[in-house]
T-cell receptor, first 117, second 115 residues
Framework: AQKVTQAQTEISVVEKEDVTLDCVYE???????LFWYKQPPSGELVFLIR??????QNEISGRYSWNFQKSTSSFNFTITASQVVDSAVYFC??????????????FGKGTLLTVNP | SAVISQKPSRDICQRGTSLTIQCQVD?????MFWYRQQPGQSLTLIAT?????????ESGFVIDKFPISRPNLTFSTLTVSNMSPEDSSIYLC????????????FGPGTRLTVL
């Protein structure tokens, strides 16, 4: 069985602070995919990044960066110089690579990030 | 990516009634999924809907309660039957756009409140 743990239920920061959202996963598959989604108060789920299990290279996109470490089964997400518009619930998710009936996206419980002005 | 729309965006329903939620995609996709997000909770997969075959339901979800249709490659419906207040949730449709990239995109969701 696969599992995603986001230990931080809520985080509150002041604007311009850096913040890291933690994600730890469990899977027996050797091929899998990790995702981060953002859910603002409007409720829509916004895709942020996908990373496959064979690519441990860290990625940076503007103020966002992701650190994937297979040795610790972690896929952490850092927002640099946070802004009020970053306030949202962030979900980490794991997709098995088996395809067919094994195609299932498992979500963590989410982390509510509040960025205060 | 794909543009996904859902109807209705929100609804308030009476206990015992049923609601059908529509999901429309702007391109043909093989795999469509329905998720439920209860208040303050994470997303839980209800079922996978593939065109030309019956939906595959996850543990805890049954066809009688959540019948799904998938008449073509751009459209699906989810019905929430015989509703109770516990069904109050956001229901989200998602699609896998490119099989090779395993990217899954979500619709805007349908906010359902059952009184």
């Amino acid at each position: 069985a696969q599992k995603v743990t986001q230990a931080q239920t809520e985080i509150s920061v002041v604007e311009k602070e850096d913040v890291t959202l933690d994600c730890v996963y469990e899977t027996r598959d050797t091929t899998y995919y990790l995702f981060w989604y953002k859910q603002p108060p409007s409720g829509e789920l916004v895709f942020l990044i996908r990373r496959n299990s064979f690519d441990e290279q860290n990625e940076i996109s503007g103020r966002y960066s992701w650190n994937f470490q297979k040795s610790t089964s972690s896929f952490n997400f850092t927002i640099t110089a946070s802004q009020v518009v970053d306030s949202a619930v962030y979900f980490c998710a794991l997709l098995q690579g088996g395809g067919g009936s094994n195609y299932k996206l498992t979500f963590g419980k989410g982390t509510l990030l509040t960025v205060n002005p | 990516s794909a543009v996904i729309s859902q109807k209705p965006s929100r609804d308030i329903c009476q206990r015992g009634t049923s609601l059908t939620i529509q999901c429309q995609v702007d391109s043909q996709v093989t795999m469509m999924f329905w998720y439920r997000q209860q208040p303050g909770q994470s997303l839980t997969l209800i079922a996978t809907a593939n065109q030309g075959s019956e939906a595959t339901y996850e543990s805890g979800f049954v066809i009688d309660k959540f019948p799904i249709s998938r008449p073509n490659l751009t459209f699906s419906t989810l019905t929430v039957s015989n509703m109770s207040p516990e069904d109050s949730s956001i229901y989200l449709c998602s699609v896998e756009v490119q099989v090779a990239y395993n990217e899954q995109f979500f619709g805007p969701g349908t906010r359902l409140t059952v009184l």
